[in-house]
């Protein structure tokens, strides 16, 4: 199956997972937010099939919130829209981008030696929330 993706799918789906990426990242600044933000970014820019070529370019210009509760309140929305919509074209690519944007957030709450922090462990938890509402 094909799936056509308009710009602003593709912006939603980046939004969604390089925020999800952002998200732990804030949620584990206690201990080193750059590194969580590299794994992750690595694990996203590591997927492939057409949820790859869309992921391999982090979103130009989008503003995220200052806060980590505005950062949420974008990127959890688009996390399931992105579902949604991948779900209506090709679940495949659906589960594709869930497996992909999952194994970003469990990049980034590994790198802690031991288990990851109460709140990288939460913010994992919203974010597959997020996936599964859909």
Do not use: C
């Not at 505005?70 to 688009?78: C, G, M, N, S, W």
């Not at 949604?84 to 194994?103: I, K, M, S, Y």
Request: glycine share 8%; proline share 4%.
């Amino acid at each position: 199956m094909s799936i056509t993706l308009t710009d602003q799918d593709q912006l939603t789906l980046r939004v969604a997972a390089w925020g999800a990426v952002s998200l732990m990242s804030a949620a584990g600044a206690a201990g080193s937010a750059h590194r969580v933000a590299t794994e992750g970014s690595i694990a996203l820019t590591s997927a492939t099939g057409p949820v790859g070529h869309v992921l391999a370019k982090a979103p130009k210009g989008v503003k995220y919130g200052r806060t980590v509760a505005e950062l949420a309140d974008q990127v959890l929305p688009a996390l399931t829209e992105s579902m949604r919509l991948l779900n209506q074209q090709d679940p495949a690519e659906a589960a594709n981008f869930r497996g992909t944007v999952l194994v970003a957030v469990d990049a980034a709450a590994q790198i802690h030696k031991g288990e990851p922090s109460p709140a990288l462990a939460d913010m994992a938890r919203k974010i597959t929330e997020a996936l599964d509402a859909a």
